[in-house]
């Protein structure tokens, strides 16, 4: 029930947290839907297609179980895809060539944790249209990000 791509022995909330990353058929009602869930939903399937190695292949970690698993990280050698669940929580960054908070808080802003400065920074709405670019610096930025939205993150030069 929770996908093929789920390993065995994998816990069972991990599994169904794994579940939802490699969800990538269309809704069967989606020709009932408003056009912006349509276009909502679209980007994000998308979105999990484009990133499929760090979603579906890669390390994954969802930190802090007893609360519920707030941050859920997926990451391959090319890229890091954070989910922040909780307001409270810190996305962390960590070393990596390019770096994708994904913002599920329900609140306008995150906070992120990089290592160090980002040599660029672009942030997206849930649509996946770009959104005013917030500044982030090295150590922990609380950061203005469209609630269902993200922050993408490069740190090649």
Not at 61 to 76: D, F, I
Not at 81 to 100: D, E, F, M, N, Q
Not at 133 to 154: E, F, H, I, M, Q
């Amino acid at each position: 029930p929770y996908g093929e791509d789920a390993p065995e022995g994998t816990e069972e909330e991990e599994r169904a947290i794994r579940a939802f990353f490699t969800f990538r058929k269309p809704f069967p009602t989606a020709h009932g839907m408003p056009e912006d869930h349509r276009k909502m939903v679209a980007h994000w399937l998308g979105f999990a297609a484009a990133h499929g190695e760090a979603l579906r292949h890669g390390a994954f970690r969802a930190e802090h179980p007893e609360s519920g698993c707030p941050v859920v990280v997926g990451e391959s050698a090319a890229e890091r895809i954070v989910g922040l669940y909780a307001h409270s929580s810190v996305a962390p960054v960590g070393r990596c060539k390019t770096a994708y908070v994904l913002n599920a808080t329900g609140a306008d802003d995150i906070y992120v944790d990089c290592p160090v400065r980002p040599t660029a920074v672009a942030a997206f709405d849930t649509f996946g249209c770009p959104a005013a670019t917030p500044a982030v610096g090295k150590g922990v930025s609380r950061v203005t990000v469209p609630r269902g939205g993200y922050l993408k993150l490069d740190f090649t030069n």
